[in-house]
């Protein structure tokens, strides 16, 4: 389905936002985990994306009045990419450990000293800019909304010395049910990102050989993706990756090479996905190397047709956790009554372990709405028959659950290679 895409914007995000914090008689939010950074500003901040000791020095403040400024605090040497990122947002900066000055200006001997920059950031400084803002924009008392639950201690007793007149409340939840729905430029971007990481696992299983371990498939995935990335202007916002596969009877998660190397029949499993412009996918198929056993084809064969029923049953209005009775209820009549899972699949969108709420599961009573993105899977993990992965991620349309997963559902039976 090609659908016309409308222009990155956090426009549509920001004003359910402060309709929330006024509803909820908020005076504002603050945004801390790298998700709702990115959410609130439409800025992805390195630093606090890949590095989690940085988490807490970039924030970024909504208030609930329409009239003040979204506001982000963050160190000096991300201000220019935030600017190009978030022409709309106020930026207050901190110096930062690097040296930002040109060349000609270091090489003047009638030149100012710049005042000697800190070793990493100053505390100090941080707690100036959060002061600043959080008085600037009228969230110093009162009741404010942040991410709760995530905030480390350090930016908890920042938050705490800025506002001693604020009450903190979670916004958690709040923010969850804001994402759920997805604009359309949203969608393409995880679409972009499934493309990606279906080029990551057929180019992956073109390189596989027998002996090749877990590790081996990993890296020839990420071979696949970053060759793919590289040749293809539409997939110029990417900037990372995830797998975790299985090569035969070792099923866990791990970075490991315990299994004993590729042999034929043995199931190859992808439960992959890569992040471009900020979004991440989610997905996976299995592929066998050479004629698969005769017990794997059929428990395939059977969570096949259980996903599928999963995914038929994400129509607008129908109730989320009933998906997850037609899965596993199949399973179960299908000659697998033991069969055992927590959710069968999961919304997702920008988090970075990109499982976000609402779950597939059975208590879920969150109604299917147009424009919720779900990562539907009914896997297993079984070491005697080895671990099957059939996963896709859909957007729901008024007419039911749109594939953006493309690669076919049957299992896919690769030639030995030696």
Same mark, same amino acid.
């Given at each position: 389905m090609?659908?016309?895409?409308?222009?990155p914007?956090?426009d549509?995000?920001?004003?359910?936002i402060?309709a929330?914090?006024?509803?909820?008689?908020?005076a504002?939010?603050?945004a801390?985990?790298?998700s709702?950074?990115?959410?609130?500003?439409?800025?992805?901040?390195?630093?606090v994306?890949?590095?989690?000791?940085?988490h807490?020095?970039?924030?970024?403040?909504v %208030?609930?009045?329409?009239?003040?400024?979204?506001?982000?605090?963050?160190?000096?040497?991300?201000?220019?990419?935030?600017?190009?990122?978030?022409?709309?947002v106020?930026?207050l900066?901190?110096r930062?450990w690097v040296?930002?000055?040109?060349a000609?200006?270091?090489?003047?001997?009638?030149g100012?000293?710049?005042?000697?920059?800190?070793a990493?950031?100053d505390?100090?400084?941080?707690d100036?800019?959060?002061?600043?803002?959080l008085h600037s924009?009228?969230m110093?008392?009162?009741?404010?909304?942040?991410d709760l639950?995530h905030?480390n201690?350090d930016t908890?007793a920042?938050?705490?010395?800025?506002?001693?007149?604020a009450t903190w409340?979670?916004?958690?939840?709040?923010?969850?049910?804001?994402?759920?729905i997805?604009q359309?430029?949203e969608?393409e971007?995880?679409?972009?990102a499934?493309?990606l990481?279906?080029r990551?696992?057929?180019?992956?299983?073109?390189?596989?050989?027998?002996?090749?371990?877990?590790?081996d498939?990993?890296a020839?995935?990420?071979?696949?993706?970053?060759?793919a990335?590289?040749?293809?202007?539409?997939?110029a916002?990417?900037?990372?990756?995830w797998?975790?596969p299985?090569?035969?009877?070792?099923?866990?998660?791990g970075?490991?090479?315990?299994?004993g190397? =590729?042999a034929?029949?043995?199931?190859v499993?992808?439960?992959c996905?890569t992040t471009v412009q900020g979004?991440?996918?989610?997905g996976?198929?299995?592929?066998?190397?050479?004629? %698969?056993s005769?017990e794997?084809?059929?428990?395939?064969?059977?969570?096949?047709?259980?996903?599928?029923?999963?995914?038929?049953?994400?129509?607008?209005?129908a109730?989320?956790?009933?998906?997850?009775?037609?899965a596993?209820?199949y399973?179960?009549?299908?000659?697998?009554?033991?069969?055992?899972?927590?959710? &069968?699949?999961?919304?997702?969108?920008?988090?970075?372990?990109h499982?976000?709420?609402?779950?597939?599961s059975?208590?879920?009573?969150v109604?299917?709405r147009?424009?919720?993105?779900?990562a539907?899977?009914?896997?297993t993990?079984?070491?005697?028959v080895?671990?099957?992965?059939?996963?896709?991620?859909? &957007?729901?349309?008024?007419?039911g659950?749109?594939? =953006?997963h493309t690669?076919?559902?049957?299992l896919t039976?690769?030639?030995?290679r030696?």
């Amino acid at each position: 389905m090609n659908l016309p895409v409308s222009a990155p914007s956090t426009d549509t995000a920001l004003a359910q936002i402060r309709a929330r914090l006024r509803e909820r008689g908020l005076a504002g939010y603050v945004a801390f985990t790298p998700s709702n950074l990115l959410y609130t500003t439409g800025f992805r901040s390195y630093f606090v994306s890949e590095w989690w000791r940085l988490h807490g020095t970039v924030l970024a403040f909504v %208030p609930a009045d329409d009239d003040l400024p979204v506001t982000v605090m963050l160190g000096d040497f991300e201000e220019k990419t935030a600017r190009a990122a978030a022409p709309d947002v106020k930026m207050l900066t901190y110096r930062l450990w690097v040296d930002l000055s040109t060349a000609e200006r270091m090489a003047r001997a009638d030149g100012a000293r710049e005042t000697q920059r800190p070793a990493q950031w100053d505390a100090d400084e941080l707690d100036a800019r959060t002061r600043e803002a959080l008085h600037s924009l009228r969230m110093a008392e009162g009741r404010v909304g942040t991410d709760l639950p995530h905030l480390n201690l350090d930016t908890w007793a920042r938050l705490q010395r800025a506002a001693p007149a604020a009450t903190w409340e979670d916004f958690t939840d709040d923010i969850y049910e804001i994402r759920l729905i997805k604009q359309e430029w949203e969608v393409e971007r995880l679409r972009t990102a499934v493309e990606l990481s279906e080029r990551g696992m057929t180019g992956a299983m073109e390189l596989a050989r027998r002996g090749m371990t877990a590790s081996d498939i990993r890296a020839a995935y990420q071979v696949a993706v970053a060759t793919a990335a590289m040749s293809d202007r539409r997939f110029a916002g990417y900037t990372d990756n995830w797998v975790l596969p299985t090569v035969g009877g070792t099923t866990s998660a791990g970075y490991g090479s315990a299994d004993g190397g =590729l042999a034929p029949g043995d199931l190859v499993k992808f439960d992959c996905g890569t992040t471009v412009q900020g979004y991440r996918s989610d997905g996976g198929r299995t592929f066998a190397f050479g004629t %698969p056993s005769a017990e794997a084809q059929r428990l395939y064969d059977v969570l096949a047709v259980a996903q599928k029923r999963a995914r038929d049953a994400l129509i607008p209005g129908a109730r989320i956790g009933d998906a997850f009775t037609a899965a596993m209820s199949y399973v179960h009549d299908s000659g697998y009554p033991t069969f055992n899972r927590g959710h &069968v699949g999961h919304s997702i969108g920008i988090d970075t372990f990109h499982e976000e709420p609402p779950f597939i599961s059975p208590a879920c009573d969150v109604l299917v709405r147009p424009g919720m993105v779900f990562a539907v899977e009914v896997p297993t993990y079984t070491p005697d028959v080895g671990a099957i992965m059939i996963e896709d991620l859909v &957007v729901i349309r008024d007419s039911g659950a749109e594939l =953006l997963h493309t690669l076919p559902h049957e299992l896919t039976v690769v030639p030995v290679r030696d």
